[in-house]
Structure formats: C-alpha cells, structure tokens
C-alpha cells in the first residue's frame, strides 16, 4: 500500500523563510536597542517560543517591548519576502512528481502562507489545500492541525505522511498517528538539526527534495508491511 496524503508544513519545507524570518527579527531588535545579527537570532532563540523570547530579550535591555513589536516584526519579513524568499531547492520538481493528494499544514497565519507560497512559486501548485494553524485550537506541536487538515481532504490519520522541519512539526504529526519525514536541508539547519528531528520521532530523515518521491514510497512499503510499521 501507500500513503492517501501527503502533508506539507510550510516554513522550511516548502519555502526558505527561516533565515528572513531571523533577518526580520535581527532588525526589529536592533532597532529597539537589542543589537543582534539574524545569526545570533538563530543561535539564540531557534526553537524557543515568542513568548520566551521576549521577555530574554526584555529582562536584559531592562524595559518592555512596545506593544507594536509583534506587527513589526510581522511587517518586516512579508516586505522581505518580496524580494528574498525562495522556494527551497527542488521542492517544486518533487511536488510535480507526487501523484498522491497533497495539502499545507503551517503554523503562520492564512496571510503569511499565502504570501511565502505565492513569492516562492508554489502557491498554484498547492491551493486551495492550505491550512493555518488559525484554524485550530491549538498549534504544534499539538496533533489539531494535521488532523484538521486529514480530515479536511477526507484521509484517515494513519493512511497520512507528513514532512516537517521542525521538532514541534515533527511532533505533532507523531501525535496525529501520522508518518513523518523530517527535512533538514533548510539553510537554517545546523548539524545537530537532523539528530533532533529523529529524537522527536521522524521515521526517516533527509536533506535533498530530489530524494522525496522516493522515500514516500519507500515509507508507504514499511507502512504496509505484514508486520506494521517500523522505522526506516
Ligand atoms: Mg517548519
């Protein structure tokens, strides 16, 4: 058997917005008398949530952020993304290559999604079967979304492969019962990326799109095997 969907998250699968996403940030701190480099946005606070973020940034600057800080960080990656954001490589070719139902899973708002894909190029190859965070009550690494979007394009949890960059999207697709590929080949990844995909439960791990068509397959076999799932 195979699988009957595939599930894509956004941000560092399909479009390479990490790094803008530091740059967006970088500026917006340093204009509000936090100095820092997109690269020490990444070292800093990759994978530690906004909230937490902000009150680091906020007990060492010794005030609070004005309340606009949010909208313009939000300002500055989609003007950003305009002229910066690309598709990640060969996403569009392995896109293309999949005859199976595909859909988006993304913790940014409907706004953002729409914006990255179109910038990127692959909005037309993936709408109208866009889903927000937004949409659910909570976001990742909780399970709401991937099986809001399941069950949105009518495909059983189990009969679903997801492929997400990030330890809370790998996560939450874990906790759907769905199959996860975790990507790593986003220009945000470092080395230790690919160990803590695995860690939070992704089936199999890999770094080229090239490789995608044949790797859903490869894990769709497993999947189907007399002897249930294991590992790849
Ligand atoms: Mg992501």
């Known amino acids: 058997m195979s699988f009957d969907l595939v599930i894509f998250d956004c941000d560092g699968v399909l479009v390479d917005s990490e790094v803008i996403s530091c740059r967006a940030h970088a500026d917006t701190l340093t204009r509000h008398g936090f100095p820092i480099t997109p690269d020490g946005v990444l070292k800093r606070f990759l994978g530690v949530s906004d909230r937490e973020a902000r009150r680091i940034v906020e007990s060492e600057i010794g005030r609070a952020l004005p309340e606009s800080f949010e ?10 993304y305009a002229n910066d954001l690309s598709a990640i490589a060969h996403v569009g070719d392995a896109i293309a290559a999949l005859t199976l139902p ?19 190029g692959l909005y037309d190859q993936l709408a109208p079967h866009i889903f927000s965070a937004a949409q659910v009550k909570r976001g990742k690494p909780a399970p709401d979304l991937f099986l809001f979007a399941a069950t949105q394009m009518a495909a059983r949890p189990e009969r679903c492969v997801v492929i997400e960059d990030s330890v809370a999207g790998v996560t939450g697709g874990c906790a759907a019962g769905m199959t996860v590929l975790g990507f790593y080949g986003g220009s ?45």
């Open 71 to 80: 909208a313009e960080v939000k300002h500055a990656t989609l003007s950003f």
């Open 188 to 232: 945000h990844c470092t080395a230790e990326h690919e160990a803590m995909l695995r860690e939070a439960g992704a089936a199999i791990t890999f770094a080229d799109m090239r490789q995608l068509p044949d790797l859903i397959a490869r894990a769709g076999q497993k999947h189907g095997s007399i002897a249930g799932f294991s590992p790849v």
């Open 102 to 120: 595909k859909c988006v899973a993304s913790s940014g708002t409907p706004e953002k999604i729409h914006h990255g894909l179109t910038c990127a």
